[in-house]
């Protein structure tokens, strides 16, 4: 598959084209904007995908707007469609000597558009005007033989050595009229030819004029060649009694066989050299115009009839301000509470929120240690398993004493393996829906960016959501929905501003009345949402605008931290908003969006990849699919549901997508993933919608409380049991951290 490339354009351009792809029936270029709209064009190789770029790129640098195919204003003298001609081969032939790497390219690619039919079948250079023939040499150059006459050939090469656009003019005034003049010698030619006479001799004189052999060769010579009679003489033909030739037919018969051969070669000339009607009384070029009206074949088109949408990934521009680094967050939390809500420290004072705060983070920090030892471990013996030991060239001084019967005397060194550096990327939704699980979810995350903290695993943290700040993006982009995609913390941050983060992630459990049971009846005192940055309440879920952001995140923290296994996890419970993107056509920008739904065949633009896949959960899918084949990375996706009817109808289905929605036992799987879940707390697929790991939790109970209860045994002889589910289930609980962490170690 080609891969849309704007790039090409700006580069054949030299300047800083606005280039759009778009859902457009042709290209067409803003002389006054300077933006080059083009088709989604079907896979013809990139030959003909540079060729038609090339060409385009040649009307945006050398064609002033008069002259382009889409202008409406008329040029005395000059028909539109001659001028598409004249003008085509002038630009092209400039941009091919700017570029003579595109010599080959324009000749190939055109090669395979005339093979395919878009200039018409069966070209008959006899009857071709000469418009046409300059069109399909000017194109195909070599590779076609098109013959002219002296004068033909003239203005041929005044075709090909235009330099101006008034250059154009004055050539295609030329050979206006000199195809006028042609036509004019036909229809002479016609009126004057002999008609059927009754005497042989005037059949003769006909037959010494029509091709006597000093004749000069002639277009019009030839079309009339083509309708000479036959050699029978007119009193034959005319006869009225039924005559016999010699195999008995009767002259009735042959005037039925003349006329259908007549009638046959009439409709075959109708569609394949015949003009085209002539625009507004306009002579036009057959060849030009059938290629205009074929062009839509170019076009990648649904089955539905509808033109393929290409979303345009955000360029660097876009990512600045749809990415809210965690300094601006902090900028953000500061303005937000110390103005119109100052009244935010005496409620710190007032509850001792950061005390509770400090009190948790040190218990998160301590639960973690367990899997920190544990992970110490693993790494140790990965790398004790896989160590090098090897001679130097050093005497052991301890083994000098065995010289004269041990050869081994010299010191050993052994070389640890490398442990392969692990990164993780972690994005939450900040949803609406996510209310009442969000505080859950965030003690998942402290404790996971603690256990990464402790082990030095580099993490960054994501929120995204819609927010107050709008982005709108540049026309072809994918629609911003009104995102931002928030740092709530990473690995690289100081001692202070790490604090900070994690104080605030706290804050967000705190107003959940999670951390404290004192508390927990105070929830309707204190609602730290009231107090939190612009940045941080509750939206919608832009999660595929999240995933084209992550694409380009993913890259940099990779290279940063020259990461060898990247860890990439989504946490959610909903499916991701609608795409849309702006269209741009004839200079408005203010046209509406284009939407689009689940079967919906798109194209979308990942850091210089073109992604084809469908809208809808199809896009998810191979944005992240995407992810995991560029960066070897490990996907894991949790989906939180609120009730058990969701969380049933969510993983079956996602049985129904992986059979690709072939028949499912639901009775059974429903009792596999309920048999699953009761061990482990949550549900786990392999390689389901992007994901290496798809997991499937219960938000609306305890699955995800990392809380410390107290160990209260019923009685002494219980004391064991009693204690082995409650460690068991403070271990489960820890979802997050068990899992990734052991994808990690």
Request: proline share 3%; net charge negative.
């Amino acid at each position: 598959m080609y891969q849309v490339n704007p790039l090409l354009a700006k580069l054949l351009a030299k300047e800083n084209l606005t280039v759009e792809h778009g859902n457009y029936s042709t290209a067409w270029f803003d002389v006054k904007n300077r933006v080059l709209g083009l088709p989604i064009w079907k896979d013809h190789g990139k030959e003909v995908y540079d060729l038609l770029v090339g060409h385009e790129v040649g009307h945006a640098l050398y064609t002033p707007f008069e002259g382009i195919h889409s202008s409406n204003e008329e040029i005395k003298g000059c028909p539109r469609s001659y001028i598409n001609v004249v003008e085509d081969a002038r630009i092209e032939r400039k941009i091919r000597e700017t570029y003579p790497g595109l010599i080959r390219t324009f000749k190939n690619g055109y090669k395979k558009l005339f093979d395919s039919g878009l200039f018409g079948e069966n070209h008959d250079f006899d009857t071709l005007k000469l418009i046409d023939k300059i069109n399909l040499k000017s194109k195909l150059s070599d590779l076609i033989d098109v013959p002219f006459n002296e004068e033909e050939t003239k203005l041929f090469h005044e075709t090909m050595n235009t330099e101006t656009f008034s250059d154009v003019c004055e050539v295609v005034k030329k050979i206006l009229a000199y195809q006028q003049d042609q036509d004019q010698q036909q229809d002479q030619q016609q009126d004057e030819a002999p008609q059927f006479q009754s005497t042989d001799s005037n059949d003769d004189d006909s037959s010494d004029e029509m091709g006597h052999d000093d004749q000069p060769i002639d277009i019009s010579d030839d079309l009339e060649s083509d309708k000479e009679p036959n050699n029978k003489s007119e009193s034959e033909l005319d006869n009225d009694s039924p005559t016999q030739d010699e195999d008995g037919e009767s002259a009735d018969d042959i005037d039925e066989i003349i006329d259908e051969v007549v009638e046959e070669e009439i409709e075959s000339k109708s569609k394949t050299s015949s003009p085209l009607p002539e625009h507004n009384n306009e002579p036009v070029s057959v060849t030009d115009e059938t290629f205009r009206s074929n062009e839509e074949k170019l076009l990648d088109i649904n089955e539905n009839g509808t033109q393929t949408l290409l979303i345009n990934d955000y360029n660097q521009e876009e990512r600045d301000k749809l990415i809210v680094p965690y300094s601006k967050l902090a900028e953000s939390r500061a303005e937000h509470v110390g103005k119109p809500y100052n009244e935010w420290k005496k409620i710190e004072e007032r509850y001792n929120v950061r005390l509770h705060c400090n009190k948790y983070i040190k218990e998160v920090k301590k639960a973690v240690q367990p899997a920190v030892k544990e992970f110490e471990m693993k790494k140790a013996a990965y790398q004790w398993q896989r160590a090098a030991t090897a001679k130097t060239g050093s005497i052991n001084v301890d083994m000098l004493h065995s010289y004269k019967y041990n050869e081994d005397i010299f010191a050993r060194v052994t070389n640890m393996a490398d442990a392969k550096n692990h990164g993780m990327m972690l994005l939450i939704d900040y949803s609406g829906s996510m209310h009442n699980v969000l505080g859950n979810v965030i003690q998942q995350t402290m404790h996971l960016v603690s256990f990464c903290k402790a082990v030095n695993i580099p993490f960054s943290v994501y929120a995204f959501t819609t927010g107050p700040e709008k982005v709108v993006a540049r026309t072809g982009a994918m629609d911003t929905d009104g995102m931002n995609m928030v740092e709530l913390i990473n690995s690289d941050l100081k001692k202070k501003d790490y604090d900070e983060a994690m104080y605030n992630l706290c804050l967000r459990v705190f107003s959940d009345g999670l951390i404290d049971h004192e508390y927990k009846h105070k929830r309707y005192q204190f609602n730290f949402r009231n107090y939190i940055s612009k940045y941080e309440d509750f939206g919608s879920t832009p999660l595929n605008q999240a995933l084209l952001l992550s694409t380009h995140l993913a890259k940099k923290f990779i290279s940063k931290y020259a990461i060898q296994k990247f860890n990439f996890i989504t946490i959610t419970d909903g499916d991701a908003n609608r795409v849309r993107t702006f269209r741009f056509q004839d200079g408005d920008y203010d046209l509406p969006v284009e939407s689009t739904y689940r079967d919906d065949k798109i194209k979308v633009q990942v850091d210089g990849k073109t992604i084809n896949t469908f809208a809808g959960k199809a896009l998810t899918e191979s944005l992240l699919d995407n992810i995991r084949k560029t960066y070897n990375a490990n996907t894991m996706g949790f989906f939180i549901s609120e009730k058990n009817s969701e969380f049933n109808y969510r993983a079956v289905g996602a049985h129904y997508h992986k059979a690709g929605n072939e028949f499912v036992d639901t009775i059974e799987t429903k009792k596999q993933i309920g048999k699953e879940y009761k061990k482990n707390k949550c549900y786990e697929m392999n390689d389901v919608y992007g994901y290496n790991k798809y997991y499937f939790i219960k938000g609306g109970n305890k699955a995800l409380d990392t809380s410390d209860d107290e160990f209260n045994p019923i009685t002494t002889k219980s004391i064991g049991n009693d204690f082995k589910k409650y460690s068991k289930s403070k271990k489960t609980n820890k979802v997050l951290m068990q899992k990734i962490g052991a994808a990690v170690a």
